[in-house]
């Protein structure tokens, strides 16, 4: 009896082995090694969906490589990112925003650009010739780049012409300074016109924006928030104490901005400006046009150029962008450099599907880019506009700057006392 | 009864009693036959894995510079001393002792109040099932229901015709996290304070009844002084979860306006992920044990008289 079971197990094991390597063997996927790279970036509907199509295309074009993609919503992009290269995982390649790249250049987390998969000869100086010089700086320390850019764009001036129309507002009251922002907000949000809760959406909950539009305000009043190299803060300056005044007013003398409204954790102020909530809105670049054709179809609005102070200086949008790196962990740098030259080559389509402007020159002169709607407007605040000095310590620097903002707006404090704080904060940290 | 016998004299006199000239030998001084220890072994394996070394860990931490790239290097007590000139960390300490105080002590009262309520009523399954709701629902969508009901065009405001901040302002972040926090908690203690009311004997209050005492009196000479080994497990659960709150303010408020709702988890948090400074957030980490263990200590303190009837 004990016999023929052993028999007849032994018999299953060999058969069972038989069918395994037959299967094995006939696998296509065994018959050469696939590399799969992760790759990370933030979430924004129309690029993702666009960049699910290039894997497509890439991995079609490289059928041993298989891309692993994860768009992350970006409030939880900078931690999560942070903490998986620091334990050893994270992804291979991820798109991040270009004011964090000090910082992840200082703690040694990411690589330098390996240059020959993009074709470029002579490194950085090849690169300086397809971007804008502040861009390629921006992602660099020294002479060693380490990001490739991936995006850039600004922020201009949203305004919502039905409603502006609705309030008896013609093309002449569009607003060019704070005193026509003060003046056209109080009309939009006056009772017989059918009243807006909310004339201005100003950012909120994200410190990011935040810092970008203070910097935005306190080159209008002449200054800015760092020195030029980013080693010193200047936030309690006159100019930046004017800036923030007057975004404290705004919202608590002429209430035209409600931060109770929102943006909170969990939408943006283009959310708000498309779905009617407020009139004017001034973040976002090119990309917002797709965002709003996609999501608030029904939307008509007009770009502007920012508002400025009375006798003040147009200076533009700040700029900011976002770049592709390379992990220190990674254990795939050569193909994660590969695929990221792939990325790189389709700036016009990326422009032309997604609104998204790559950073590079030849997408920004070309016919079909000038074509884009709104385009003369980004193309003037792009001209007119300034990047953020690169920033080492750049999360608790904007920590500093959002706690800032918000003593001011919603705390109502003086924007002299809140600064002199975030300066004596800020200086502890850059010392 | 052997005399003599360690094992007999530990379990009589409660004291060690180890010969002269013998070595120490923990068995016999602890009572405990090696069967016992089998039987414990697995307990303090596990407390010393998952509660000692990572404890031992983290005061380490709390004495280097790491940013989690590479080895800590030793720092001494440099972290310390920048957190405490650090005026974010007393704000979030303040902040962190407010919910304590406002979250552990009303919780425990309403919820003693409740469950007196609920076992002199009718229906209490009932009454039960509907306090114990709000525990169902996951942090993140209770968050999302109360972030809903603080707009300023949300259910509050436009329920009562009122125009409060409640999230937006200094002055009500606070308490409207503290609401939301004691909304999601009653049910649970007031569950736990039920069941030590109906564990209360029944013949102490006949024997104050024929006694002509009133219901008041009751209360206040059976039912309190009975009652305080429940009333303080509910004051250090409540504190306990004030001392650790992380998830509510950091998805409500994100710790605003300003600092006025950060508490000492969420800047903890901030320090080791957001900026990666891995030996302050351990310093941080540490000065709350400390501080929550001086807070049990003096709640166990309070409460650690006989109870007297």
Known sequence: MKKSIYQTWGATAAAFAMVSASIIAGSPASAAAKTTITYWTHVNGPTNVFEKDL???????????????????????????????????????????????????????????????????????????????????????????????????????????????????????????????????????????????????????????????????????????????????????????????????????????????????????????????????????????????????????????????????QAGGTLYGFGLFVPSTSKQKAAAWKFAAFLQSKGQDYFDKTGVWLGDNQTFKSAATKAYPSWSAFATNFAAGEFLPPIVKYSEL?????????????????ASESLAVAQSEALLLMR | MIEGDPKIMWATSGKANVSKGQGANIQKISGLGSSGWIFIFPVITMLAIFFLVPLAGVIYLSLT?????????????????????????????????????????????????????????????????????????????????????????????????????????????????????????????????????????????????????????????????LMKPILLFLLMVGTSDALTLFIQPYLLTGGGPGDSTRTLSQLIYQTAFMYTDIGKASAIAVTLLLAALVVAGLQFRVFSKDREI
């Open chain 2, 65 to 225: 510079e790491w940013s989690l790239i590479g080895s800590p290097v030793f720092s001494g007590f440099s972290n310390y001393q920048e957190i405490f000139a650090n005026p974010q960390f007393w704000s979030a300490v303040r902040v962190t002792g407010k919910l304590s105080l406002e979250m552990a002590i009303p919780g425990a009262l309403i919820a003693f109040i409740l469950a007196i309520m609920i076992n002199e009523g009718k229906k209490t399954n009932y009454v039960s099932t509907v306090l114990l709701f709000p525990l169902v629902f996951p942090s993140i969508v209770a968050v999302f229901i109360w972030e809903a009901m603080f707009k300023g065009d949300g259910i509050l405001n436009s329920f009562f015709g009122i125009n409060i901040n409640w999230v937006t302002s200094s002055s009500w972040a606070l308490p409207s996290l503290v609401l939301m926090m004691l909304w999601t908690n009653l049910g649970y203690y007031t569950i736990i304070a039920l069941a030590g009311v109906r564990d209360l004997p029944a013949e102490l209050f006949d024997a104050a009844s024929l006694d002509g005492a009133g219901y008041f009196a009751k209360i206040r000479w059976i039912t309190i002084p």
């Open chain 1, 55 to 313: 894997i497509a295309q890439y991995q079609r074009a490289n059928p041993t490589v298989k891309v692993n993609y994860l768009p992350v919503e970006w409030g939880v992009l900078p931690t999560k990112l942070k903490t998986s290269i620091a334990g050893g995982g994270g992804p291979d390649l991820f798109n991040f925003f270009g004011g964090y790249a000090s910082e992840l250049i200082s703690k040694k987390m990411v690589s330098p650009v390996d240059f020959s998969a993009f074709g470029l000869k002579n490194g950085k100086k090849d690169l300086l010739k397809n971007y804008l010089p502040a861009v390629v700086n921006g992602f660099s320390a020294g002479t060693t780049v380490y990001g490739i850019p991936h995006e850039v764009s600004n922020h201009v001036y949203w305004i919502n012409t039905d409603q502006f129309a609705a309030a008896g507002l013609s093309a002449a009251d569009y607003p060019k300074t704070y005193d026509d922002v003060i003046r056209v907000g109080k009309i939009l949000q006056a009772k017989p016109s059918g009243g807006l809760k909310e004339a201005l959406v100003m950012p909120q909950y994200n410190a990011i924006r935040e810092t970008l539009t203070l910097q935005m305000m306190a080159r209008q009043a002449g200054g800015s928030l760092f020195s030029a190299d980013g080693k010193k803060p200047q936030l309690d300056s006159a100019s930046v104490v004017r800036a923030l005044q007057m975004w404290g007013d705004l919202a608590n003398t002429h209430g035209l901005n409600q931060p109770a409204l929102g943006p909170t954790a969990s939408n943006y102020p283009e959310d708000l400006f498309g779905a009617g909530t407020a009139a004017m809105n001034n973040t976002g670049g090119p990309w917002v046009v797709k965002v709003m054709s996609d999501t608030y179809p029904t939307i008509k609005y007009k770009v502007l150029q920012q508002p400025t102070f009375k006798g003040g200086i």
């Open chain 1, 398 to 414: 904007i920590d500093v700057i959002d706690r800032a903002i918000q003593r001011v707006v919603l705390e109502k404090k003086s």
